[in-house]
């Protein structure tokens, strides 16, 4: 029970929204971790959930899962932020909660159909009703228009409600941003018969879509973050946010260019791609390091020790997971023997976690400690804050763990199956049956597990983190907008 000495949380409809789509995005990240968990398992024993689960389903569902749940994340996050930042009340409020339960309602009946159904004759009644077939956006035809109008009614209650308050420099560039993130997943329903050209647009949506317009969105709410939780000057927060946007605008599409060579584009591509597509991190690491500066000059002092600690995991988990891990696979001379090997699958998870997951999980504390009465949440915690501490340290080993053993793996077969074997079907089985590659599968399986542990232990942290707290903070924000 929470603390009776500590008021009721008074949220506006915003939030409580968000509220919403925060607990669908932890639902679903637990069902990712656990269908990764099957996934590993089969690459040792493929034998496992066969005819059942096949391994095809079962990734499907795992990266599915990860891309909707960090969608939602996202929406969350915003609809948090949007009411404060704009200083007015949320418009078409009703008509964003239905489009929550619609998006909600679709993505179950997607998962039962991946799940039950599988798969269907390559009929357009198929494409439209099961399976696109499309690596990463497998979601069918009818589901991908739905996914499209929910995001479209979000980008108006977004751009509605700053239209009616006020506008800053983080609110302009996240409507703008929005705009980019319904537009460009379009991209990803073109039809065309022919492999290259299709390709090429599944391209926009996978790379634009995920580390071009996320990029930027995770910009916005990183400024929120840091202003909430540290108090820092909105000034320095914008700044980089702009610097951010003209990277993305410098490096992100260029650096889609490491996608294009491999889809019969001229061979100029994958060296400008490889280069660019590792500086778009760079300006949000900046805005940490420059906002705790900022904080410890001032004496501010944050009271919120858990978001504080997983926007900093982000700032540096997104620079070596998409950063570092980026370019060292996608330079040509490297990408030639690493394409489609488990060092992809390496570079994956450390991005996607670092970018992506640890900003949201940082939003998702920062609420909580609104929604149970703007409680105290940094030292001296009750039980001392040992789970939050734990579950921080569990996913971060366990994602670099999985993140290091897969790196092995894609070495193995980057030498074995390209180098020595020439890229032929005799190489790639030599290579999957090869026992550095089995020794680290068996080592990502180990480090799966730590990472769910770090899942569950988090979920139950979120669940009681701030209920038996009494201390009530004041507002970090020292440097409210001009009205």
């Not at 699958?345 to 703007?374: C, D, E, M, N, P």
Request: aromatic share 16%.
């Amino acid at each position: 029970m929470n603390n009776p000495n500590v008021s009721a949380p008074q949220l506006n409809g915003g939030q409580q929204l968000a509220l919403k789509y925060f607990t669908v995005a932890m639902a679903l990240f637990v069902a990712q971790i656990v269908f990764g968990i099957i996934a590993g398992l089969q690459f040792l024993y493929p034998e496992l959930l066969y005819n059942t689960l096949d391994f095809n389903v079962n990734r499907m569902v795992h990266i599915n899962a990860m891309i909707v749940w960090m969608l939602y994340g996202f929406i969350g996050s915003v609809y948090w932020l949007l009411e404060d930042e704009s200083g007015t009340e949320v418009v078409g409020l009703k008509i964003g909660n239905l489009a929550f339960w619609v998006l909600t309602v679709a993505v179950t009946i997607v998962v039962l159909v991946y799940l039950f159904i599988q798969y269907g004759p390559g009929t357009m009644e198929t494409i439209w009703f099961i399976n696109e077939g499309r690596e990463y956006i497998e979601a069918p035809r009818w589901a991908d228009i739905g996914i499209v109008v929910c995001v479209l009614i979000f980008f108006y209650n977004v751009a509605a409600t700053f239209m009616k308050g006020r506008w800053s420099g983080i609110s302009g560039v996240l409507v703008l941003d929005l705009v980019a993130l319904a537009g460009l997943y379009v991209f990803g329903m073109v039809y065309t018969t022919n492999i290259s050209v299709d390709q090429y647009w599944w391209w926009w949506v996978i790379h634009m879509w995920v580390e071009a317009t996320w990029e930027v969105l995770v910009g916005c709410i990183m400024a929120w973050g840091l202003m909430q939780t540290l108090g820092v000057s909105r000034r320095i927060v914008t700044t980089w946010l702009y610097i951010e946007v003209a990277m993305m605008f410098g490096s992100g599409i260029l650096g889609l260019g490491h996608h294009y060579f491999w889809i019969g584009t001229p061979e100029y591509w994958l060296s400008i791609g490889g280069f660019f597509s590792a500086l778009e991190p760079i300006p949000l690491v900046a805005m940490v390091v420059h906002s705790v500066y900022d904080a410890g000059t001032h004496g501010f002092k944050s009271n919120n020790h858990p978001a504080l600690a997983w926007l900093i995991a982000h700032a540096f988990g997104n620079f070596f997971g998409a950063g570092v891990w980026g370019f060292m696979h996608t330079l040509p001379q490297i990408n030639l023997f690493t394409h489609g090997t488990q060092w992809t699958a390496s570079h994956g998870h450390l991005a996607f976690f670092g970018a992506y997951a640890t900003i949201i999980i940082a939003v998702i504390y920062i609420a909580l400690q609104k929604s149970r009465g703007g409680v105290w949440m940094s030292e001296a915690m009750p039980g001392n804050g040992w789970k939050w501490k734990w579950s921080l340290a569990l996913l971060n080993i366990g994602v670099v763990g999985m993140t290091v053993a897969l790196l092995i793996a894609g070495y193995e077969q980057s030498h074995i199956e390209r180098a020595i074997e020439g890229s032929t079907w005799a190489g790639y089985f030599a290579a999957q049956m090869h026992k550095w590659f089995i020794q680290a599968m068996q080592w990502r399986m180990i480090f799966g597990w730590v990472t769910l542990a770090g899942v569950l232990l988090l979920m139950w942290d979120l669940l009681t983190v701030g209920k038996h707290e009494t201390r009530v903070i004041k507002s970090l924000d020292h440097r409210p907008l001009p009205a």
